[in-house]
């Protein structure tokens, strides 16, 4: 099925994907954090978390087949002081803290400019459409 430009699905979420990956990568790489540091930030907002529930909180970006887990992600993030580390639980430093606001008012920027235009209600309905197609298309 294609949509009303002609343009099936697939290409139509490989080509967002790719302006999203893009456009954080910009914002992020400038100050020394990657989309997967950004994401393990988030998920250390709520408090210290052990490497196992990190690695689970960003799998779907993971190369899980060869073995990958959250932890070289930390190596960076713990040498720049934005997040100690003590075995395999990790914590946001006050640094850390700091820098994530930085951070998430900048994302803030970019997640407006992708709904720009939007009608009320559009993003969610789109978000929920497409939960439904990965939900129909995965194994049972």
Excluded at 44 to 67: E, K, M
Excluded at 114 to 134: F, K, N, S, W
């Amino acid at each position: 099925m294609s949509t009303t430009t002609g343009r099936p699905i697939g290409h139509l979420l490989r080509t967002l994907d790719r302006l999203i990956d893009e456009r954080f990568d910009r914002t992020l790489v400038g100050r020394g954090v990657t989309r997967r540091q950004w994401q393990l930030l988030n998920a250390l907002a709520g408090g210290p978390a052990t490497l196992d529930t990190l690695t689970a909180a960003v799998a779907a970006f993971l190369d899980r087949s060869a073995g990958e887990t959250a932890r070289p992600h930390f190596d960076p993030l713990v040498a720049a002081g934005i997040v100690t580390g003590s075995g395999d639980t990790y914590a946001l430093t006050a640094a850390g803290r700091a820098t994530l606001a930085d951070l998430a008012a900048e994302v803030g920027t970019i997640r407006t400019a992708t709904v720009a235009g939007l009608p009320d209600g559009e993003y969610e309905r789109t978000v929920a459409t497409l939960q439904t197609m990965i939900d129909n298309l995965s194994p049972r």
